[in-house]
């Protein structure tokens, strides 16, 4: 029985233009009716400073988003899928998401693994029609926010990705992976044709053999 074909996609400046927990996090302080929770997002964005550690990146989103706590999962999942429809999917990288339906009509199995948040990336897979998206979790209890959850980042994408597939089901050799970032050498790495989506970031980190795809037409927003 011949193996299947993968293709694996990252989200951020991958398929979409843009880092999406920063422009959710927006959208969110713009649906937000409530006052003090508006102020407290507002203030908490302007007076903090993104931190260069990766590892301290989760303490810094949940600082930011720890206005929403107690939001209705319900409410979330409202926002989240107008999010998708009004700004996701108004500005994708229109090549990248070729690749993508390019791999749907060949048949293989398409993941997107993504540090973004399962509450969008959940609409913008059911769009394409895909059924497998490994990403980071917000954590809901009794049906209100709580926290997020361990980010879905570097490796962490790898051990969540046998999560969701049968590995040795795989051609890894002849399958496919698309990122922007240094930091999915991992999820590069485990294929046989990888693809650095390129937007004028330094990408000196590649393996000679990764082919670029240039996106470095700005999309207007």
Known sequence: MDKKIIALFDFCDTLFDGQSINYFLDYLYKKENNWLTKAQLKARKLFSSPPKDNELSLTHKNYLFAPLKGKEKEVMEKIAFEFNNEILLQFEH???????????????????????????????????????????????????????????????KINKLKNVISWEEYDWANSYSYSDSKSDLPLLSIVGNGY?????????????EWQIIDVSKKILR
């Open 94 to 156: 229109k090549d990248i998401v070729e690749k993508l339906l390019w791999h749907k009509e060949a048949g293989h199995t398409i993941v997107i693994a993504s540090g973004g948040f399962d509450v969008y990336l959940q609409y913008y897979a059911a769009h394409y029609n895909i059924e497998k998206v490994v990403s980071t979790e917000l954590l809901f209890v009794d049906g209100k926010f709580v926290e997020i959850k361990e980010e879905c980042l570097g490796s962490i």
């Open 196 to 208: 650095i989506v390129c937007n004028g970031q330094d990408v000196s980190w590649k393996k000679e």
